[in-house]
Each structure stands twice: as C-alpha cells, then as structure tokens.
C-alpha cells in the first residue's frame, strides 16, 4: 500500500451534536489509497499514529496525518498495531497466525509463532517487558520481549487456556498482575500473570471484540457485537451500559483523563459517550464498518479507522469535547 501525498485535504463538523454543552470535535481526514483498515494507534508521546489493515502493512503518520513510513508486516491482515509503554517498539499481530515486534523506526526484533489462528490483539505490560497476543485458536500467550533477550528476540513464558471461544482482545491491568480477555461467546475473563482465572464477567449476547480499562484502572470499557458497550467495575459489576450503535460495537478505547469514552461500530459511526453513558457526539465520516478507534495520550486527537479505508483524525480544544 502505498500512501498518497498529502494528508489534511479539508476539516469539517457535520456531527450530530447530542449534549447542549459539548462542543463538537473537528474532523481531519487523512488520505491514502485503498485498504480496509482494522487498528489505530497512537504512540505514547502523541508524535505517531499506526494503522494497519488487509494489505498487511503498518503505516506510521505523524500527528499532523502526514506519512512517515510503511512496514511490510504481515502475509495476512494486519488485525491490531500496539504501541509499548515507553513508544520505542511496537507490536502488530496478523491473520496469518503470527506477531511482530518492531523498533519505532520499523526495525523487525521479533517474530512471535506459535498460535493456530489468527492473532486479533497484543496488550504490553506496564514495564514493556511482556507482551500478551491473543487468537482465535482460544489462547492467550504471554512473551518476553524485553532486551535482556538475546537479539531482541522474544521467549514464550506461558499460555493461558481460554474456555469462551475465540479470544478477540486482551488487555493488561494497570499495575500488570492482572489481564482481561473478551471472548466469541460474550463473555469476559480476568487472568493472574500466572495463568490463573479468577473471574468471568457475564452479560453481553455477543462476542467481544474490544477492551479498555480507565487511566484510574478501575473500569473496564467493552464492545461487543451485540451492539452494545459496557462499563464495569473490575470485580464484574455491569455499572453502565451505552445502547446506541446499529449493529455491532466494535471498538472502545477511554480518553486520557478517564472522563468519557469512544466507541465505534457497524453503523460506520465513532460516538463520544460519558461515563453516565449520555451520548455526547455521534461522528459520521466513514462509510465502512469502524474497527479502531485510539486517543492520542495528549487528549487532543481521536484516530478512527475503517473498513472503507478511510482514516480519520478528530481534534479536540483540551482533553475532551466537553467542560
């Protein structure tokens, strides 16, 4: 895939403004050529954007949408790009089974086999040190991916057996003890580090495709396909559920600050909610099914990413579209 010239073509505000005191984020479309996008994300230090779809590359944008890179990925799909906590590597994972970890310049340090299936999610620890992929052949792996490894490569220390069909998503806890995983069956599980499970969450009737845990750690955001995104307590309270998108929910990520959410779905449309679950903004700019969405760390920028392979960045006054 290769990426057309210039970025910012244009901004634009035709959103659906659904809070009288919010004002509406201004859209950046950013253009490249054709490719049906699955994941969005930014670097840590808000410098840098990924997104990865069916052509099986990575492409990094700065801040401003304008194309830094492309790294050949993958064979297959590139289902998910991750950035690790400290921005220097970063790691994508594939439909053709396998995972990479890339130095932010698109260096390969590793190849991470192993999984029979596809690869939809990779979470790092808080330390960078473990990154956790989970796939479609019901497990979750736990690597090392720290420097100590010789090369840079990458060591397998454990898998985790899932019991609720393909695990879609995976997400380490703040303080790094813990992981969440979402899965086909609509359930959600809380794992130790040490493979244990301790918890599942029940509650949705479709798969869940997406995770987000607040910057406090004490609410877990999902998406699932049955249209709807859940806010939990991390002992499995279902506390809020956000009823809106037409089809499945199919990403959700918290902004910076913890004080409102987006979610994307098959309705093509991104929608702003707060934690109370009112819907703040519905933002139309896509005409495809809407598979990523990532806040830059800053709270100025909203990536979203679809399946039409349009990209879009939302830009925001401060951390959030509302006072």
């Known amino acids: 895939m290769a990426i057309a010239g210039m970025i910012s073509v244009r901004t634009t505000s035709r959103h659906i403004q659904a809070h009288a005191n919010c004002s509406p984020p201004e859209r950046l479309p950013v253009q490249i050529e054709p490719d049906s996008l699955a994941t969005v994300a930014f670097s840590p230090d808000s410098e840098l954007v990924a997104i990865g779809g069916s052509s099986g590359q990575v492409s990094l944008f700065n801040r401003a949408g304008e194309p830094l890179q492309t790294v050949e990925a993958e064979r297959g799909m590139a289902v998910h790009v991750e950035f690790s906590p400290l921005g220097s590597t970063f790691a994508s994972t594939s439909s053709n089974w396998t995972a990479k970890v890339w130095t932010r310049n698109g260096r390969r340090l590793s190849s991470l086999e192993g999984h029979r299936g596809i690869v ?3 979470s790092f620890s808080p330390d960078g040190d473990i990154l956790a992929t989970a796939s479609a052949d019901r497990t979750i792996r736990l690597w090392d991916v720290s420097r100590r490894q010789a090369g840079g490569g990458a060591r397998l220390l454990r898998t985790l057996e899932g019991s609720g069909g393909w695990i879609l998503s995976t997400l380490f806890s703040l303080n790094g003890q813990n992981l969440v995983s979402g899965n086909q069956d609509g359930t959600i599980d809380l794992w130790s580090v040490d493979g244990e499970l301790l918890r599942t969450f029940t509650g949705h009737s479709g798969l869940v495709r997406s995770l987000s845990i607040s910057p406090s750690g004490r609410l877990l955001a999902s998406a ?8 939990w307590s991390m002992n499995g309270e279902v506390l809020q559920t956000l009823d809106g998108h037409e089809g499945g929910a ?11 959410l987006a979610s994307g779905g098959s309705d093509r449309l991104v929608r702003i909610w707060d934690l109370e679950g009112r819907l703040l903004h519905q933002l139309d700019g896509h005409n495809g099914r809407i598979w990523g969405v990532s806040f830059s760390p800053d709270g100025t920028l909203l990536a979203s990413g679809a399946e039409d392979g349009t990209f879009n960045l939302w830009t925001f006054g401060g951390l959030g579209p509302c006072n």
């Open 250 to 260: 199919l990403t959700v990520a918290f902004n910076p600050n913890g004080q409102f």
């Open 120 to 122: 939809y999610d990779a």
């Open 224 to 231: 699932s396909a049955d249209g709807t995104v859940r806010l």
